[in-house]
């Protein structure tokens, strides 16, 4: 029961991050003003600590699923 | 914008040009339609469309310069040129000591072309015509002194407007050209410069190409503005022929100005391309460096509960094989992962980054 509410939570969370990438893609488009990008662009490098912290939340993510999955192949291997 | 404006100026050019030489070297005037009108005078002066410009006794204010037609006239019938003598023993220049004009055959047996002397003194038409007892009278106006196309007439509203889109003109070239000087050196400052330039810059060299261009299309209407003046002016009937006709040289500086704006704003354009490109590799580098130090921290952070499950059972497995060990010690971290995972891609989103990658 616990493990068939973990994989629904899951497979709901990984749909939401699908959806939010493919909304975020859809709406990134090039904007009309010559040389807007490009300010665009560099207004958004200039946020180095939001780009930091939106990579280490990415790559935490990306870590637990990896660690988690890793442990527990292991285990299984084991038994 | 521009490129329209360019167009419209090449094919009225070409235009004015076609019809240019058409007016210069005119159709001389009808003179039966000339005397038709006035049979009791005995001199007409008309233009080259037949317009009546003065007859006997009457008085007109000529340009130096103007080419008139002037024809004979008895009971409203035309006299041939043969008929009338000269006051010089046929000399082709008459005049007084003041005013001189030159009279040249028109190819007609009716008329003759009068090209308007060139001193501002007033004369008669007696003075060329030795046996005509009344004439009209000229005021002759000196324009060699004026910059104006030939066109154009001095002290006429056309004129003036004329005036004032020159000096218009020179003042909005000076803009443009400095917008470009200007824009030029940041393009290759920022091409040249290790620096990245920031986005307040950035949007302020944005304003100065804005305005550089919007000077460009003030001028480029501006050289319209004189070219259609004087195409009108060159289908009136009298226009001076003692000054140049400038439609060449009002398009030819209208094509430099637009060449080096254009040239300007594509330098620029590279400049901003090299900014975005560097700007998009900073966001990749820190994003990565972010990634690479979450990562570091996620995998051990979600190895701990499935290793503690499994050492758990492990551990108890040595006594019972009775304790499972199922995929939700995974799934549950994994969880927790994937809305790490989420957020982190939704403040990439909110952020701007994914449009500036992608």
Same mark, same amino acid.
């Given at each position: ?79 | ?52 410009? /003065? /007859? ?303």
């Amino acid at each position: 029961m616990s493990s068939d509410w973990t994989q629904h939570a899951f497979v709901a969370v990984v749909v939401a991050v699908v959806l939010t990438v493919m909304v975020g893609v859809t709406t990134a488009g090039a904007p009309s003003d010559v040389g807007q990008s490009a300010i665009t662009a560099v207004e958004t490098a200039e946020n180095t600590t939001e780009l930091l912290v939106a990579g280490a939340l990415i790559g935490t993510g990306i870590g637990v699923v990896l660690g988690s999955f890793g442990m527990y192949w292991y285990w299984r291997r084991q038994f | 914008m521009t490129a329209r404006i360019l167009l419209f100026g090449v094919a009225f050019v070409a235009c004015a040009l076609a019809v240019a030489p058409g007016v210069a070297i005119a159709d001389e005037p009808s003179p039966t339609e000339i005397c038709d009108g006035n049979a009791g005078d005995q001199l007409v002066i008309a233009t080259a469309t037949g317009e009546q410009l /003065a /007859a006997d006794d009457e008085r007109v204010e000529l340009y130096s310069g103007t080419t008139v037609f002037v024809a004979s006239c008895e009971g409203g019938e035309p006299q041939e040129t043969g008929s009338w003598s000269f006051d010089e023993d046929g000399s082709e220049q008459f005049g007084t000591e003041e005013t001189e004009h030159t009279v040249t055959d028109a190819n007609s047996d009716y008329l003759y072309e009068l090209v308007v002397g060139e001193v501002p003194e007033t004369s008669d038409i007696r003075d060329v015509f030795a046996n005509t007892q009344t004439a009209p009278e000229l005021d002759v106006t000196d324009a060699s002194d004026e910059e104006l196309p030939a066109e154009l007439l001095p002290g006429t509203e056309a004129a003036e407007q004329y005036q004032t889109l020159t000096n218009n003109w020179t003042d909005q070239r000076t803009v443009a050209e400095n917008h470009v000087a200007n824009v030029t050196a940041v393009a290759t400052e920022i091409l040249e410069e290790d620096d990245q330039p920031t986005a307040e810059t950035l949007s302020e060299h944005n304003d100065v190409v804005h305005e550089m261009q919007q000077a460009r299309e003030r001028a480029l209407a501006n050289s319209t503005e004189r070219q259609t003046l004087l195409y009108e002016q060159l289908l009136r009937p009298v226009h001076r022929t003692d000054g140049d006709t400038p439609f060449e040289s009002i398009e030819n500086e209208a094509v430099d100005l637009d060449e080096n704006v254009t040239k300007a704003t594509e330098t620029y354009q590279e400049a901003l391309d090299t900014a975005e490109s560097d700007a998009r590799s900073s966001i990749l580098q820190t994003l990565g460096i972010g990634i690479g130090i979450g990562t570091l921290l996620g995998v051990p952070a979600g190895a701990v509960l499935p290793y503690r499950r499994g050492k758990e059972r492990s551990d108890f497995y040595s006594v019972s094989s009775g304790t499972a060990y199922e995929a939700n010690v995974w799934l549950l971290p994994a969880l927790a992962g994937a809305v790490l995972f989420g957020i982190g891609v939704a403040v990439v989103v909110l952020s701007g980054a994914l449009g500036v990658i992608v």
